[in-house]
């Protein structure tokens, strides 16, 4: 159902390797709304890092379509308002999409504080004192201010994620991307960086999450994707999915995980 | 029959102390100059071996729009005129002898441009040591390129996927995120560089570069004895050599102590 708060419509994705022989993703249809938190579950090997990955084309899709602020992300070239044809600026419409890895991906080089105000500073052309403030006000909000002039490698992997995710909200991205962000940590760090989540998701930052936590895909998701085999198998609401599973292969999943 | 060494003969060699002590100068500014020429061309080297640049890119996609997977056209498709230039300078570089490099660029390239005949320092013959420097400079970039490029594939593809995510551009990420993380991994080859082409600037002398070698040579001219010099040189070149060596040893553990992810 596309609606009028519509953010990003995914039309028949295609990301096919090989010229086809491997299929990673088959045809996705979806519409993700604002304030979506859009949970992406299946088995792996099922496409979902790939369908998260080509939104941001960290991946470049072979079909379809994905249209972002009014704008067809797969084609290099489009038209503006006025007519003309220009080039598509990847570049600019990253900075809409924050993007959460399983490893985290701090730059170990540069401190806490150093990793925040990158991008701020050199994309969006802040100056250091503004971008400094902004970067120590996230940091409070998850608890890590005084960890501000650490290196990555003196913090835990739950620290390091929470940083990671708001090294990303100093864009003031529209949409987070997040691509199993707490499997990679030790199981009593897993809550710390759910926690970062629940809250954002409470400020109603649209949120695509892929995960194998099926407690806050149920939770705090309010749509879920099943993937399986590239396609989108399945979607609806947590309870949909998880209390009326109508798909065969979502079923079987769901036996195996639950 | 005459012995191998003769004390005495050292003591001829002491009136030359002075060419001596220039040489090692000279030796040591050649090699600076050259691994920081070698370093600079061989950065520029690697990013062109690692670029994707591909002019016939078009000609690799079929009339339904999708990428060609075999053929002509597909492999004409993925040419890289950049990579292939910097490809064939380094092979062709790592292929020939110094010596055949060092007089090419000498009596070639610089039989045709006049360089102008000043002293640098007072004893430092320009029209020779600058040939030098940008021969060993050119040789030293094709084996710096690869360590470069090593380094540079070295650092964790996140790292880029990471940046790129927040909206830095290319070069951007290059420049602030690989290349900062790449080159500390690859300072202590490049140190190592440097005492190679201590040993190696020795070639040198055959264009009447003043280092070390050629002191030998100016002692064996007005004297006639050859083999104490060279024993001085090997001392020389030793005294140099070792302890950088060393040195570069101690401070490349150190930096892996400090440095686990
Ligand atoms: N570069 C590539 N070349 C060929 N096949 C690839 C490539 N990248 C991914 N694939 C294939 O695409 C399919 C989907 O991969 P993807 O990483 O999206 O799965 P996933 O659902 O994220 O799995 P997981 O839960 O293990 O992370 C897999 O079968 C994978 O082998
Ligand atoms: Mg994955």
Redesign the pocket.
């Known amino acids: 159902m596309a609606t009028r708060d519509s953010l990003i419509q995914v039309t028949d994705l295609k990301?096919h390797?090989?010229g086809g022989a491997?299929?990673?993703?088959d045809g996705v249809t979806v519409d993700i709304n604002k304030g979506d938190v859009m949970a992406v579950i299946?088995?792996?090997?099922?496409?979902?890092?790939?369908?998260?990955?080509s939104l941001n084309l960290m991946?470049e899709p072979t079909g379809g379509a994905i249209i972002f602020n009014g704008v067809d992300l797969t084609k290099k070239k489009y038209q503006d308002e006025s007519g003309k044809m220009v080039k598509l600026d990847i570049d600019s419409l990253r900075q809409k999409m924050g993007m959460v890895f399983q490893h985290f991906n701090l730059f170990p080089h540069m401190t806490i504080l150093e990793n925040m105000v990158l991008a701020p500073m050199k994309v969006k052309g802040m100056n250091r004192e503004d971008a400094e403030k902004k970067a120590l006000d996230l940091l409070e909000r998850v608890g890590l201010k005084d960890r501000a002039d650490a290196y990555p490698i003196q913090l835990s992997g739950g620290q390091k994620q929470r940083v990671a995710i708001v090294r990303a909200l100093a864009m003031e991205p529209e949409v987070m991307l997040f691509?199993?962000p707490t499997s990679a940590l030790d199981p009593e760090m897993v809550g710390e960086v759910l926690d970062v989540m629940k809250e954002l998701a409470k400020e109603g930052m649209t949120m695509v999450v892929?995960t194998?936590e099926m407690g806050f895909a149920r939770e705090v998701g309010n749509r879920v994707l099943f993937?399986a085999d590239?396609k989108l198998m399945e979607q609806g609401t947590p309870e949909e999915i998880f209390e009326h599973p109508q798909n065969s292969r979502l079923k079987e999943f769901l036996a195996k995980v639950l | 029959m005459d012995q191998f060494v003769k004390w005495s003969n050292f003591s001829k060699i002491v009136p030359y102390a002075e060419l001596f002590k220039e040489g090692i100068l000279v030796t040591v500014m050649l090699s600076l100059f050259t691994v920081m020429i070698g370093f600079c061309l061989a950065l520029v080297l690697a990013l062109m071996r690692m670029s994707n640049v591909r002019p016939f890119r078009a000609l690799g996609i079929d009339k339904n729009g999708h990428q060609r997977e075999s053929g002509a056209l597909a492999v004409i498709s993925r040419f890289n005129p950049l990579e292939f230039l910097a490809t064939a300078y380094v092979e062709i570089l790592r292929s020939t002898p110094v010596i055949v490099q060092v007089f090419i660029i000498y009596f070639g390239v610089f039989g045709v441009i006049d360089l102008p005949s000043f002293k640098l320092l007072g004893f430092i013959k320009f029209d020779r040591f600058f040939p030098g420097v940008v021969a060993l400079g050119m040789n030293s970039g094709a084996y710096l390129c690869e360590i470069i490029r090593a380094g540079i594939q070295s650092i964790d593809g996140g790292q880029t996927e990471a940046s790129r995510s927040l909206g830095l551009t290319q070069v951007q990420t290059l420049r602030y995120v690989v290349l900062p993380q790449a080159l500390k991994n690859i300072l202590p080859a490049i140190a190592n560089e440097f005492v190679v082409i201590i040993k190696e600037s020795a070639i040198t002398y055959t264009i009447g570069v003043q280092d070390i070698m050629s002191a030998v040579n100016a002692v064996k001219g007005a004297t006639f004895v050859i083999v104490e010099p060279l024993l001085v040189a090997t001392a020389v070149y030793f005294c140099l050599c070792f302890p950088t060596s060393k040195l570069i040893a101690y401070f490349e553990r150190r930096m892996s102590h400090g440095d686990k992810r």
Request: without cysteine; proline residues 4%; hydrophobic residues 25%.
């Open positions: 990301k390797y090989k491997i299929k990673a993703l299946g088995p792996s090997g099922s496409g979902k890092s790939t369908f998260l990955r991946e691509d199993e892929v194998h993937m590239g």
